[in-house]
């Protein structure tokens, strides 16, 4: 639900949106407070399949997932510094424990990832 102060702005990618007050603005999945670079995260960093991120996320669709994905290669940069400021060891030797922070186990599963 979109509170009245809440701006909604549409990107070119179907599913993708930025809401003021929601994830810091950042690039989100429409209809949930999942941001593209955790995505990302999930995807590159920990290597999460699309098809184990789905079965985790049973609410995503693979449209949803792939229009994130997109939306990170063409937005790499942004995303790219979205990531390092809120992770700045990603990338630097200090992998595991930065993810162990970000992704610390498999939403439904609570398994580790």
Not at 15 to 37: F, S
Not at 60 to 81: G, K
Request: hydrophobic share 35%; with cysteine; charged share 20%.
């Amino acid at each position: 639900m979109i509170a009245k102060n809440q701006i909604v702005e549409q990107t070119e990618y179907p599913h993708i949106v930025k809401i003021t007050g929601v994830c810091g603005g950042q690039a989100i999945i429409e209809g949930t407070r999942i941001a593209v670079w955790h995505l990302v995260g999930y995807y590159y960093k920990v290597g999460l399949p699309v098809e184990e991120i789905l079965a985790e996320w049973d609410y995503l669709t693979p449209a949803q997932v792939f229009s994130a994905l997109a939306y990170y290669h063409d937005h790499r940069q942004e995303i790219d510094e979205v990531r390092q400021k809120i992770a700045p060891n990603i990338g630097s030797g200090g992998e595991s424990r930065a993810i162990g922070h970000l992704y610390p186990q498999s939403p439904r599963t609570n398994r580790p990832v």
